[in-house]
């Protein structure tokens, strides 16, 4: 007799991480795991709290540079089919170039690849952002533009991986405000998906016309999929 075992695309375990949490109440950076910073750009400071908190991520740009400055958290990702983040954004009046520097992105660190990337944009009247997403063939695809005011937001990226290698139904989507902005589909990006393993904030990918501050707070991550909330 022949015994037919079915396919197995990988080990099955239900061991899920733990969510993660960056509320920077503690009045300084050490929830993060590490900083790229080499100018001090980068602050806890009272003046950035957003929503209930007592601290707030400051970004600060002075101009001239393009030096990076991160702040970054370590991830991990096992079975989970998806995941969400959250963060507050505040665009406080910064000076923008021609450049969308990025505010939020999530990496391999190995690889160095950007597998989702919230960018802002000043198109002249308004503050803008939108999502990119690398998926597995390396190629970034971005949303729209969508326009956010000179406040306090709360901005949440749901990513789901595709069902199995190939199936290509993968699914990533921008919320501003608990409102759904801008989604990707029919995305093939289950290896770039297992692959997560930190998320970062602050300036990358900028230009030398960027002068002033944002803020950013309260981070969180969670295994789920579903939207966090505020």
């Known amino acids: 007799a022949v015994t037919i075992y079915p396919p197995c695309y990988e080990p099955v ?3 899920v991480a733990p969510d993660y949490y960056v509320g920077h109440e503690a009045g300084n950076l050490t929830e993060y795991d ?5 100018g001090s750009n ?5 003046g950035a709290k957003m929503d209930s ?10 101009g ?6 991160t702040a970054r958290k370590y991830i991990e990702i096992t079975n989970e089919t998806a995941v969400c983040f959250r963060f507050y954004f505040n665009p406080n009046t910064i000076t923008l170039g021609a450049g969308t520097p990025y505010i939020f992105f999530v990496s ?10 919230v960018q802002l944009y000043y198109n002249g009247s308004n503050y803008q952002t939108r999502l990119t997403v690398t998926p ?4 970034p695809t971005s949303t729209a533009y969508t326009t956010i005011t000179n406040a306090a937001h709360r901005i949440e990226v749901t990513y789901q991986r595709e069902s199995y290698p190939g199936a290509a139904d993968g699914v990533a989507s921008i919320y501003i405000d608990g409102s759904l902005q801008a989604t990707k589909t029919g995305l093939a990006n289950r290896a770039t998906f297992l692959k997560m393993n930190r998320f970062c904030v602050g300036g990358s990918n900028g230009d030398t016309a960027i002068t002033g501050d ?5 981070l969180k991550m969670n295994h789920t999929g579903s939207l966090i909330g505020a």
């Open 136 to 139: 597995d063939n390396l190629t």
């Open 13 to 15: 375990s239900s061991w």
């Open 34 to 38: 590490e900083l790229a910073d080499t």
């Open 64 to 69: 001239g540079t393009t030096t990076n400055r």
């Open 108 to 117: 391999d660190v190995s690889s160095g690849n950007q597998y989702l990337i």
């Open 53 to 62: 908190t007592n601290y707030g991520l400051n970004v600060h740009y002075a």
């Open 42 to 46: 980068l602050s806890a400071i009272a």
């Open 214 to 218: 944002y803020f950013i707070d309260e």
